[in-house]
């Protein structure tokens, strides 16, 4: 098992002046200690959750091309952007230049979008949550269909686009891993089997349940379930946990077939806690 880390909360001890330093010493320092991916929040106000609304919280493709600068190798994404932030043409761009200023390292994390007060206070677009999942198919398509350098016309029912072109074309090969956020039995999941190429669930009870379900819309739609990388969020609380409980929480989950644990560490601006993880608990998940 691999781990990625979330960086969800920017409200750190010495403020905005210094959070531009601090946040590429925690990717930096993550990715030394053997970290596999680094991810930040795709919103404009802090979420319940972290914290409140008021608090610190960074455009998300701003911080991740900071973020490309001050590291080398890890994967780089939003965990997840909401579809209904960006048009499909606009996100597809982003992503593209991630990837290329990062050397290949970008992956486009991507779902349905939930958080109505942020996009009401920030006059964002957000409809239905029928339309939403419209858009969300509908933008998975476009976003793989510029990819791949298909610059055909696309014509959906909510998105237009008279030419696909995207140059230069991602690095990475044969395009950005895409990975579809949520546990929506119904829609999430089979648009996951239709199109992603990674899911991201909670831990929850149903966990397992989850996994189920995609293997059936796997079967459904004609799609090898093994192809799909199984991601799992993960809290990594070493103020409450030692580091053995913390590698049997993720014994458990990679038993059930998750391949990457991906969260978020408490205190994440103390980076000495990052060489518990590359003395202990990595070496320990990458046997699991």
């Given at each position: 098992m691999k781990l990625g880390l979330h960086?969800?909360?920017?409200?750190?001890?010495?403020?905005?002046?210094?959070?531009?330093?601090?946040?590429?010493?925690?990717?930096?320092?993550?990715?030394?200690?053997?970290?596999?991916?680094?991810?930040?929040?795709?919103?404009?106000?802090?979420?319940?959750?972290?914290?409140?609304?008021?608090?610190?919280?960074?455009?998300?493709?701003?911080?991740?091309?900071?973020?490309?600068?001050?590291?080398?190798?890890?994967?780089?994404?939003?965990?997840?952007?909401?579809?209904?932030?960006?048009?499909p043409?606009?996100?597809?761009?982003?992503?593209?230049?991630?990837?290329?200023?990062?050397?290949?390292?970008?992956?486009?994390?991507?779902?349905?979008?939930?958080?109505?007060?942020?996009?009401?206070?920030?006059?964002?677009?957000?409809?239905?949550?029928?339309?939403?999942?419209?858009?969300?198919?509908?933008?998975?398509?476009?976003?793989?269909?510029?990819?791949?350098?298909d610059e055909t016309p696309y014509q959906g029912k909510h998105y237009q686009l008279g030419r696909l072109l995207n140059s230069p074309m991602p690095l990475t090969k044969p395009h950005p891993r895409i990975l579809i956020g949520g546990g929506g039995e119904?829609?999430?999941?089979?648009?996951?089997?239709?199109?992603?190429?990674?899911?991201?669930?909670?831990?929850?009870p149903e966990v397992g349940h989850k996994l189920d379900v995609l293997k059936q819309h796997c079967e459904t739609v004609g799609r090898d379930y093994d192809e799909i990388e199984k991601t799992v969020m993960f809290h990594y609380d070493l103020t409450t946990k030692s580091p053995g409980e913390i590698i049997e929480g993720l014994r458990g989950l990679a038993a059930m077939g998750f391949q990457q644990a991906h969260g978020s560490l408490v205190n994440a601006y103390d980076t000495k806690q990052f060489e518990v993880f590359q003395k202990e608990i990595i070496p320990a998940a990458a046997e699991l």
């Open positions: 960086i969800s909360n920017f409200t750190w001890p010495e403020g905005a002046p210094r959070l531009g330093a601090v946040l590429a010493d925690v990717a930096s320092s993550a990715e030394e200690a053997g970290f596999d991916r680094v991810s930040v929040m795709d919103h404009v106000w802090q979420i319940r959750g972290v914290g409140p609304a008021e608090n610190d919280m960074l455009e998300a493709y701003t911080a991740l091309g900071y973020l490309a600068a001050h590291t080398k190798a890890v994967k780089l994404f939003t965990m997840v952007t909401g579809v209904t932030y960006r048009d043409g606009l996100l597809a761009k982003a992503v593209t230049t991630l990837d290329v200023l990062s050397g290949g390292r970008a992956m486009l994390g991507i779902g349905a979008a939930w958080n109505e007060d942020e996009s009401r206070g920030l006059g964002l677009f957000f409809p239905s949550t029928k339309e939403r999942f419209e858009r969300l198919e509908e933008a998975l398509q476009i976003c793989q269909q510029m990819f791949t350098g119904k829609k999430t999941l089979l648009l996951v089997a239709k199109y992603a190429d990674a899911c991201n669930l909670f831990p929850s």
